[in-house]
């Protein structure tokens, strides 16, 4: 059956991937209207996160407006994912633009690093900072349950000299590099929270206490680690910023 949903699945990802960045993003807007028009996707659950986090924001409609921004974003970003598939390292350079890269330069000179940042943007383009430094790049993902879809996924990030490793992969890897002398950098995108019961730390987010995962500060303490904060900014269609 995951050999099939495979099958099935990866021409129509295939075809999207080629599109044209304006009948590519024509296409986004088509799928915002299905998600949050006629298929009402998680709206609810949004519109109460705005309402908690925002209580100042008591017009409906302004509370809309953000609702609707988040879920154009949230399909241009599922899409520009899939468009990762046939972008090259020429077009990603043009469309995701890193800034102050010479810090994480001077760091790999001495250590290995833990790169930091959060789901925003498009995180998958984020790989691309290996095509900048020498250190070896690595992302530690969630393994997909479907394996020819992790066994894709993994192809397409490899392209940028990325291997990716699970949660549980990441410590002995690091470990195994340092034995080995190999200076490498480590990327970790981490905002979820945690189940309560296993939080060990608790701190405010947007005005609301949350239970916090500090596994990457564990990590790079007990690992010797430099700790770098990645800030992407979207600043419009098929153009990022990514800020160490």
């Known amino acids: 059956m995951q050999l099939l949903v495979f099958i099935l699945a990866y021409p129509i990802l295939w075809l999207i991937s080629v599109l044209p960045y304006r009948l590519f993003y024509l296409f986004s807007d088509f799928v915002f209207f299905l998600v949050y028009h006629v298929v009402g996707y998680r709206k609810k659950v949004v519109r109460a996160n705005l309402e908690l986090v925002f209580p100042e924001k008591s017009a409906a409609k302004e509370i ?3 609702q609707k ?3 154009k974003h949230m399909c241009d970003m599922f899409l520009e994912m899939v468009k990762t598939m046939n972008l090259s390292k020429a077009q990603v350079k043009k469309r995701y633009h890193v800034v102050n890269i010479d810090i994480l330069k001077e760091i790999e000179k001495e250590k290995s690093m833990l790169v930091v940042c959060s789901h925003y943007a498009n995180w998958e383009w984020n ?4 095509n900048y430094v020498q250190a070896k790049g690595y992302a530690v993902y969630q393994k997909i349950g479907n394996k020819y879809f992790d066994s894709w996924t993994r192809k397409v ?3 940028w000299n990325t291997t990716l490793v699970t949660q549980q992969e990441t410590a002995k890897t690091v470990v195994a590099n340092a034995r080995q ?3 490498a950098g480590y990327g970790m995108v981490s905002d979820q929270s945690p189940q309560a019961h296993h939080a060990r730390y608790w701190s405010e987010f947007m005005g ?3 239970p916090i995962i500090n596994g990457a500060e ?3 303490r007990k690992l010797d680690l430099a700790v770098v904060f990645l800030k992407v900014s979207k600043v419009k269609r098929i153009k990022q910023n990514s800020c160490p």
Do not use: C, D, M
């Open 64 to 66: 809309r407006r953000i």
């Open 69 to 71: 921004e988040f879920f």
């Open 127 to 130: 790989v691309s900072i290996n």
């Open 157 to 159: 990030r490899a392209r």
């Open 181 to 183: 002398g190999i200076i």
């Open 208 to 210: 609301i206490k949350v």
């Open 218 to 220: 564990v990590l790079a």
